[in-house]
């Protein structure tokens, strides 16, 4: 949930650390900091709480002289986002420097003793521990300090760690927090993310759990932590610079909106057997024979990867009639799930690094499980310890409220139930039109956002309102739940997903004048009854806005406001109807004057249980 970037070469390295950190800030911005090995003065330090505007603030108009440094942006876990928590940490005589991703969980047993032997501690962070021990075993050999300390460690870590008396080196050092070294000509970089480096390579080595590496300004040596000698993969970045900047858009959160025709198009090129009505999936490295002996899927994910997977859940069952149970990753794990040998394992994650998301999958596999995943950055740890699975190919997202990752996974999703369903019941025919549906779609995601005046314009009218109830059926239930959602991350209304017809139930209770109530009303197998809710809305003074489908004129006259979207299959609509709650929240958040791309409390990548 925090960012580290390192540079090890013979250009000056803090432009470099500075530009990688703003690039990384999207994963945890609420304190920052840099070290920097200076051969005439040891190590140089500044730290900030705040954004990465106040680092550079604090650094405007003086020279630093190095070429070798690391940096970190941070998500704070344990101690609040001050100075002094702030990243990087330092040993007792300031000759250490380390920074880290992720939570040293035996850190009070390890600060009692690292006390009991002299070290004083001076801030309320878990990582200060682990800086210390180096400290402790540090000889030298800064690699073997490092390795040496890490075996005293338990939780997880993504490390980078520089010392005034080894100033041609960082070791940096994986465990449970992904780390990767930038392969550069002269000089080499190490990143939490690939995005802090993209401006000055395109070839990343991925480290592997509980590895260890030295990085000079020539070179890298891998180790595990048992001292075996590791031969490094050199893999291309396929993502360019430009995906990760805002393209002339005011946040990146709209330029992702915006995307979405293109990252579809991406999700379901070369997938789409059109003609012979069938996807091809071959990640999942299943055969026909396989998928048909599928007897039970469950689908496991966070947040907003949860409520595609619950839309995914009543595509695979209607489709293919598989039942399909879905579990919020940090519940599957903890609750003994049943699994045998004919339940496939579906894990959804965009950023492939979720830890609560991560541990359910392990934990399936430790059940013998087949795991597959769907998931957004190639090279992830859930992309390397799934057994298979899709990629959704929505390119890098940003944005800390998720939009085309979230519609890349239900067009994967929407592939999945169409190729289990050829298994079993749909015929070649209907499989053939469900495919030319899912062509269809970017081009009437495209159709609705050329409606966005429209959406901003009730935008509008109800940014002051301050709570939101969003009401959908079936498939569109999930789009609801996924709409508040939107609304609440970025604009702190309160917004609630419901059932619309579990509304008179209880939340009934809360509707007035001042509750705008989201309806998604579409043309399907629920339509009637979505107008009985709207009603029942209507009757207790609640103003409706309908999401409704392309030509419906009589939802017009019910409600306050309409917006339209074309038709398409009945179980592909949340592809559709998602689009306008996505802007809806946005513009609201815009006109409320909120951060949207980094809201407060949140961060991208949530590498935390
Ligand atoms: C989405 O807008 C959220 N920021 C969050 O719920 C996110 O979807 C969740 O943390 C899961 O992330 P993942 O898809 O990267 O695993």
Redesign the pocket.
């Known amino acids: 949930m925090c960012g580290i970037v390192g540079y090890n070469g013979s250009r000056q390295a803090l432009p470099i650390l500075i530009e990688g950190l703003k690039r990384l800030e999207y994963r945890g911005y609420d304190s920052a900091g840099f070290v920097l090995a200076d051969p005439g003065d040891g190590l140089r330090a500044e730290k900030c709480a705040g954004k990465i505007t106040c680092l550079e603030e604090l650094i405007e108009g003086r020279k630093f002289n190095s070429t070798l440094g690391i940096a970190h942006t941070r998500w704070a876990t344990h101690g609040e986002p001050t100075v002094v928590n702030a990243h990087p940490h330092f040993d007792s005589k300031h000759e250490i420097a380390l920074v880290h991703n992720g939570i040293i969980e035996n850190y009070r047993a390890l600060k009692a003793y690292l006390e009991s032997q002299g070290h004083a501690f001076r801030t309320e962070t878990d990582t200060e521990v682990l800086v210390h021990l180096v400290e402790e075993y540090y000889e030298g050999d800064l690699t073997e300090a490092v390795r040496m300390a890490l075996t005293q460690v338990e939780g997880t870590y993504g490390i980078a760690v520089i010392c005034s008396n080894a100033q041609d080196k960082i070791v940096a050092a994986r465990q449970g927090s992904p780390l990767v070294i930038g392969h550069g000509d002269g000089e080499n970089f190490v990143a939490s993310d690939v995005s802090a480096i993209l401006g000055h390579t395109n070839r990343a080595v991925y480290l592997k759990e509980g590895e260890i590496a030295t990085i000079t300004a020539e070179g890298y040596e891998i180790t595990t932590k048992e001292k075996i000698q590791c031969t490094p993969k050199v893999e291309e970045i396929s993502w360019t610079l430009d995906m990760i900047e805002k393209g002339g858009y005011n946040h990146f959160m709209l330029k992702e909106i915006h995307e979405q025709p293109i990252t579809l198009r991406n999700t379901i090129r070369g997938r789409l057997n059109i003609e012979e009505g069938i996807p091809r999936l071959n990640g999942l490295n299943l055969q026909y024979d396989q998928l048909r002996k599928i007897e039970r899927i469950i689908i496991t994910?966070?947040?907003?990867?949860w409520h595609s997977a619950l839309i995914g859940e009543y595509m695979i069952e209607e489709l293919s009639r598989v039942p399909v149970e879905v579990e919020y990753a940090s519940e599957f794990r903890y609750r003994s799930p049943i699994i045998d040998e004919n339940t496939l394992l579906f894990v959804?994650?965009?950023?492939?690094?979720?830890a609560d998301?991560l541990a359910a999958l392990r934990e399936a596999k430790n059940k013998g499980t087949t795991v597959l995943g769907i998931c957004n950055v190639v090279g992830s740890s859930i992309a390397r310890e799934t057994d298979g699975g899709v990629y959704t190919h929505a390119g890098p997202e940003i944005g800390?409220?998720?939009t085309k990752?979230f519609t890349s996974q239900v067009m994967v999703l929407a592939n999945i139930a169409v190729l289990l369903g050829r298994m079993r019941q749909v015929s070649p025919v209907r499989g053939m039109e469900l495919m030319q549906a899912l062509d269809r779609i970017p081009e009437q995601v495209d159709q609705i956002l050329r409606n966005e005046g429209k959406i901003k314009d009730i935008a509008g009218q109800y940014y002051q309102h301050n709570n939101f109830l969003y009401l959908g059926r079936s498939v569109n239930y999930p789009t609801a739940l996924e709409g508040a959602?939107?609304l609440k991350?970025i604009s702190y209304i309160h917004a609630e997903g419901y059932p619309a017809a579990e509304m008179k139930h209880g939340p009934i209770a809360l509707i007035d004048e001042k509750m705008p109530v989201v309806v998604i009303a579409l043309k399907d197998p629920v339509y009637g009854k979505v107008l009985s809710n709207i009603e029942e809305v209507k009757a207790r003074s609640g103003h409706v806005i309908a999401i409704a489908s392309e030509g419906d004129t009589e939802i017009a006259e019910k409600v306050r406001h309409v917006i339209y979207i074309p038709e398409t299959f009945h179980l592909f609509t949340p592809l559709l109807s998602i689009i306008p709650l996505q802007l809806l929240a946005y513009y609201i958040a815009v006109l409320r004057d909120c951060d949207i791309d980094q809201p407060r409390n949140?961060a991208?990548?949530?590498t935390v249980e």
């Open positions: 994910a966070c947040g907003t990867s959804i994650s965009q950023s492939g690094e979720t998301t800390v409220a998720s990752a959602l939107k991350e949140l991208k990548s949530v």
